[in-house]
């Protein structure tokens, strides 16, 4: 047994709240102890039912509902790490997913039961499926009364697996992440502490469970006894109604979600005076964007998060401070600095250092780096790596053996006192007739030029791979005259980097996560028959 575990999180906050709301779904309010009982109503049928044989993961299938919340919690009362399925997903993406886990207990909230005779035939492995109805309603009575007596609290180390989620992989095949119990530990150890959680929060939930940064929701008001708020199906297409229908304090999204309250005029100055907290997180925070949410959350403080799943969330952070006059339009919020105990090393192609100043790939290490990828030893040894040092075959004398992940995104390595900025991908850079470009430093003019926060730049058309002949721009304002925003941009680039047009659509199309999809604005193009191109 340790103290360092999801389910201890929840359990002690529970028995330090059971009155107090702990989620509210579908219109419905559980407090802690209601919540609590029903999680360990799960664990305990898991318990009983599971096969001894396989990994120590549950799959749980459910969304925005009770019993995938107490789904998720049952998984980890009963000692297992979870793996977040979405009944939203086609039943061939949960059908490989489950496979690849080798996960063999499923929890299904009734969404997902539906989907199970389309599920089930695609898994080559037996499951134990535990639905709605396997779990009795858990009585609200004295706990003793309860079903849940023969639960048996599991033994859990820092070291096992508390989650496993999938994100897509370069080449198609998706990747699990599996993160410790340690590392998502360590997290909400910083940011209970960085943000002075409370149990009077009420959480924001915009992220799907299987974004990592749905965690900070759910884990970050379950640490604290505070309340998870889902939002119902109107409140998702009014976001800004939504913070003061549920009372928020603590709001997390992607900035495309405050991108588009932005644009539906929902940030009025003064409008969401009951934040306490404004964090965004997941792609790249438009200074403008920044700047209307704070001023609508007005009794708030803004914070850009930033990190990939492989580091738990979040692992660097920059607080918004007042405008300092010298903004330009195309700017977007620096990252930051690296979470307490986090360290950032800036490399070049052969992971040596930059000088402070240069841009390089951003590499990182610490407690919250995760253990790498599920039955995957080729693709972990790609991206978990130790640093070369002076000598041939030494390592860096600071660090000797440490395993760094390398992120793929190019930062600037900071000068004394200076943020970390984000500057793109590596993997968007882009070899124009020779030329290397930047697709994020065409962006960046584009904005500048337009005024508008968000512009896409692609390559296209695409040529050998990395490579292509053109590039393509995307803005997504009608008004906007994008003949005099190419002559600004030419004064500013090199003729070679200057869009050759620029298109404009009525919104930019969202992946699963909620951010831009460049992939689908890729595919728009590949679309068209060729001639128009
Ligand atoms: P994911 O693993 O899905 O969370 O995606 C991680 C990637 O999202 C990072 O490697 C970055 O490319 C991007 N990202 C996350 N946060 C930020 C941020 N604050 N600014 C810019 N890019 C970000």
């Not at 929902?266 to 934040?275: I, K, N, R, T, V």
């Given at each position: 047994m340790t103290a360092r575990s999801l389910h201890r999180t929840f359990l002690r906050s529970a028995a330090a709240h059971?009155?107090?709301?702990a989620l509210e779904v579908d219109g419905r309010v559980l407090t802690y102890a209601e919540l609590r009982l029903r999680a360990l109503a799960v664990a305990a049928t898991l318990q009983a039912r599971r096969?001894?044989?396989?990994?120590p993961l549950t799959a749980v299938l459910g969304q925005r509902s009770v019993e995938g919340f107490a789904g998720i919690l049952g998984a980890l009362c009963s000692g297992h790490g979870y793996v977040p399925l979405l009944p939203s997903m086609p039943p061939a993406r949960i059908a490989l997913m489950l496979e690849r886990s080798r996960a063999r207990c499923l929890v299904v909230d009734a969404a997902g039961a539906r989907l199970l005779p389309e599920v089930l035939p695609r898994v080559p492995q037996a499951l134990t499926v535990i639905g709605p109805?396997?779990?009795?309603?858990?009585?609200?009575?004295?706990?003793?009364?309860?079903?849940?007596?023969?639960w048996v609290e599991p033994s859990v180390?820092?070291?096992?697996?508390a989650y496993l989620l999938f994100t897509s992989g370069s080449t198609g095949q998706p990747k699990g992440v599996m993160v410790a119990h340690r590392n998502i530990a360590r997290f909400l150890e910083v940011v209970t502490e960085r943000y002075g959680l409370r149990p009077e929060d009420r959480f924001s939930h915009l992220?799907?469970?299987?974004?990592?940064?749905s965690l900070f929701d759910l884990f970050g008001a379950w640490s604290v006894g505070g309340c998870l708020c889902c939002p119902t199906g109107m409140q998702r297409l009014f976001p800004a109604r939504y913070v003061d229908e549920a009372g928020l304090t603590v709001w997390f999204s992607v900035p495309s979600t405050a991108l588009l309250m932005q644009q539906t005029h929902?940030?009025?100055?003064?409008?969401?005076?009951?934040?306490r907290w404004s964090l965004f997180c997941g792609e790249a925070l438009p200074m403008k964007v920044a700047r209307a949410f704070a001023a609508a959350a007005s009794n708030s403080v803004v914070e850009n998060l930033y990190g990939p799943t492989e580091l738990t969330l979040a692992c660097t952070v920059h607080r918004l401070g007042p405008?300092?006059?010298?903004?330009?339009?195309?700017e977007v919020v620096p990252i930051g600095e690296p979470y307490p105990g986090m360290e950032a090393r800036v490399v070049d192609e052969s992971l040596r250092e930059v000088a402070p100043g240069d841009s390089g790939e951003l590499l990182m290490t610490g407690?919250?780096?995760?253990?790498?990828?599920w039955d995957d030893p080729e693709r972990t040894a790609t991206a978990f790596v130790t640093l070369p040092g002076s000598g041939p075959g030494s390592e860096p004398e600071d660090h000797p053996g440490r395993t760094y992940y390398r992120t793929g995104d190019l930062v600037r390595r900071p000068r004394e006192g200076e943020p970390l900025r984000f500057l793109g991908?590596?993997?968007?850079?882009i070899k124009l007739r020779g030329f290397r470009v930047e697709l994020g430093e065409i962006e960046a003019a584009l904005r500048q030029a337009s005024g508008l926060p968000v512009a896409v730049a692609l390559g296209w058309p695409v040529a050998a791979p990395g490579g292509a002949e053109a590039v393509v721009a995307f803005i997504d304002?009608?008004?906007?005259d994008v003949n005099a925003v190419l002559e600004r941009v030419a004064e500013r680039l090199p003729s070679y980097m200057v869009p050759r047009e620029i298109r404009v659509v009525d919104r930019f199309p969202l992946n699963a996560n909620g951010k831009i999809d460049r992939n689908e604005l890729r595919a728009r193009l590949g679309a068209e028959p060729a001639g128009s191109q």
């Open positions: 059971p009155e107090r709301p096969p001894a044989e396989g990994p109805d396997d779990v009795d309603e858990a009585p609200t009575e004295a706990p003793t009364e309860s079903p849940t007596e023969s180390g820092e070291d096992d697996i992220f799907d469970v299987t974004f990592d940064l929902a940030l009025e100055p003064g409008s969401l005076p009951g934040l405008p300092d006059g010298g903004e330009d339009d195309g407690p919250q780096l995760a253990l790498g990828y991908r590596i993997d968007s850079q304002d009608a008004t906007i």
